[in-house]
């Protein structure tokens, strides 16, 4: 096991919903399984004013995120944790001196042997990203002259491609690029980094991995809620900005990149890098509208319950053409993936919660067996990053009987039956790793710029393009009527279930 050295996080943004909901829980549960290094403290920063026990009762012991897990556990482990979270208030404004923060940090540092190891994790608006990381350098808080620094960085990531380079340029005037933690929390899922593993610990998938083998490959996100109460956030991202960008394209390039070297996280960032690279960017409006949907939950009624339609939620303008459902086909140009289509989504209020990619092998190559649909019997590899989370592969297999009649069977694995290993949130694992000082499951700033490299060009499409159209689907439904038009009649989108062995169309809609 890796070595946690004495440390000390640094939250700016502690009055907000991430560090309540996500981030505590996270180092709770690191407590709980005793991976916290001797010497830790967390020190909460932000515009409120708080004392450490006002904060430690609201992200603790007042907390709707903790409040099972605390009835189950006696009051001095609960307090033993709680000791370690201190509060500073920053007063009016992020963009202020340092000073006092620099005096409570050092305060900490030497009431709890902390050493000069900290973290700073960013989790403020976009826009103050620059202005923390300038003030705490202002402050002599950047220097690793006593102990490393580290700076972990929320999502969004930049709003576009200029928007990212700025703000990656603005973070290197203070901070080098390997003390930059970029986070994205599909990486912190045990399922997505068992995508490494699938393709590059089998010797039985990396031969089939390619334009040979495979027809297509599908990947689909999709929540069951709305908007809830992001309106406001939401309204100005959209679904491509908010889950396409960052979470599925990390997902596209584990899928389509080329073996690194070893598994250091510069061997597997440098192969991702490639691979978000090699994405065909679509340029000419005809090409954009040929390979986009974009669309908007309306208003329903699901199981006897009315449905918002987006609207009409919280903070979201009432003529607003900000997608809820993107839907995308593209190109990878590159040797391994010439001519495959890749075609992903991603949408909020779906019939059911999943996550997954589809690889479709293509049919073989000589067909003995005339059958008519052996073509609905092509063999798929269904890897579930969530729920349900497993691997499944369909096959053929001959009915009983006379003749050669053929059926699809599966062959499944589920996470579920590894009972006794423990699996980490995505949060505790990924404050674990940067706590370590293991960027593997980080991202990259020319990932980051890569990534954007490939959207931006829709999203000028979707702004300005003259024939872009916004399409509606009723909450509840898998998207618009035209959603299997991206497939120009060469098949149409896997709808999957609750459950991983779930055949398409089923799913569970209360
Ligand atoms: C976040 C998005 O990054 O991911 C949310 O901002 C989305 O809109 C969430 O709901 C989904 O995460 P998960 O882990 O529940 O799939």
């Known amino acids: ?33 005793k991976q916290l290094p001797k010497g830790f403290v967390a020190l909460g920063v932000s515009r409120s004013d708080m004392t450490d026990e006002a904060f430690r009762d609201r992200v603790v012991y007042d907390s709707d995120y903790l409040k099972d897990k605390l009835k189950k556990l006696d009051k001095a482990e609960i307090k033993e944790f709680a000791d370690k979270l201190f509060y500073e208030d920053l007063g009016e404004s992020y963009d202020t001196d340092y000073k006092g923060l620099r005096k409570r940090v050092e305060e900490l540092k030497a009431a709890h042997d902390t050493s000069g190891n900290i973290i700073y994790y960013l989790s403020t608006p976009p826009t103050l990203y620059e202005t923390v990381a300038h003030k705490l350098a202002d402050a002599g808080m950047n220097t690793q002259k006593n102990g490393w620094k580290r700076l972990i960085v929320e999502k969004p990531f930049g709003y576009s491609l200029e928007t990212a380079k700025k703000l990656n340029e603005g973070l290197h005037q203070y901070f080098t690029e390997p003390q930059i933690y970029r986070i994205d929390h599909y990486l912190g899922k045990e399922t997505v980094q068992n995508l490494l593993v699938t393709r590059f610990a089998n010797s039985i998938f990396e031969p089939l991995w390619n334009r040979n083998y495979i027809q297509r490959v599908e990947i689909t996100n999709a929540e069951r809620v709305g908007v809830e109460k992001r309106g406001g956030y939401y309204d100005k991202s959209g679904a491509l900005r908010d889950m396409f960008q960052n979470h599925l394209l990390q997902i596209v390039s584990l899928v389509v990149m080329e073996p690194p070297i070893g598994a250091e996280a510069e061997e597997i960032r440098n192969e991702k890098v490639k691979a978000l690279k090699s994405l065909r960017i679509m340029e000419d409006e005809e090409t954009l509208y040929q390979n986009t949907i974009r669309a908007q939950y309306v208003g329903s009624v ?209």
């Open 1 to 33: 096991m890796k070595k946690t050295e004495n440390q000390m996080l640094v939250i700016f943004g502690a009055s907000g919903d991430l560090t309540a909901r996500k981030l505590i829980p996270a180092l709770f549960n690191l407590h709980l399984a």
């Open 302 to 510: 699901v199981n006897g319950e009315p449905m918002k339609g987006y609207r009409e939620e919280e903070g979201v303008d009432p003529n607003s053409t900000t997608e809820t459902y993107a839907a995308i086909k593209f190109f990878v140009d590159n040797w391994r993936w010439h001519g495959v289509p890749f075609y992903v989504r991603t949408a909020k209020r779906m019939p059911t919660k999943v996550t997954e990619v589809v690889i479709h092998f293509k049919e073989p190559h000589h067909q003995i067996f005339k059958e008519p649909g052996m073509h609905n019997k092509d063999n798929k590899l269904i890897i579930r990053i969530q729920p349900d989370e497993g691997i499944l592969i369909k096959f053929g297999v001959k009915v009983p009987g006379q003749g050669f009649t053929v059926e699809r069977a599966n062959m499944d694995f589920y996470y579920s039956s590894l009972a006794e290993t423990y699996v980490m949130e995505a949060y505790e694992r990924l404050l674990l790793d940067a706590m370590q000082g293991d960027a593997t499951l980080y991202a990259r700033a020319d990932e980051v710029e890569a990534a954007w490299e490939f959207v931006d060009p829709i999203l000028n499409y979707w702004q300005k393009g003259k024939d872009v159209r916004m399409y509606g689907y009723a909450a509840g439904v898998w998207g618009p009527e035209n959603a299997d038009e991206l497939f120009e009649g060469d098949g149409f989108w896997r709808n999957p279930g609750e459950n991983l062995a779930d055949d398409p169309g089923y799913c569970v809609i209360c």
